[in-house]
């Protein structure tokens, strides 16, 4: 994500002008963020509407990351 003057936006590419930060594509690392971390990496503090953005699209993530979960299973199926 990157703050502009604009305010708080979703950049998937990483390559936006403005403050970033960086936060997995993972839901409960995005909780985690908008506890309050993500206002510090940000320098700045989120209006009502950039938390309302950055939930909507926490809510579309998966639960878990689906590439630790491939690699896991992978593993598991290895051994046996």
């Known amino acids: 994500m990157v703050r502009t003057p604009e305010g708080v936006s979703i950049d998937p590419t990483g390559k936006a002008a403005g403050r970033g930060a960086y936060v997995h594509k993972i839901r409960s690392c995005w909780e985690q963020a908008l506890k309050g971390p993500i206002n510090h990496a940000l320098k700045t503090e989120l209006t009502a509407e950039d938390r309302q953005i950055l939930i909507e699209y926490m809510n579309q993530l998966s639960q878990e990351d689906p590439c630790f979960n ?4 992978n593993a598991i199926s290895e051994q046996t």
Not at 70 to 73: I, S, V, W
């Open 70 to 73: 491939e690699t896991a299973q």
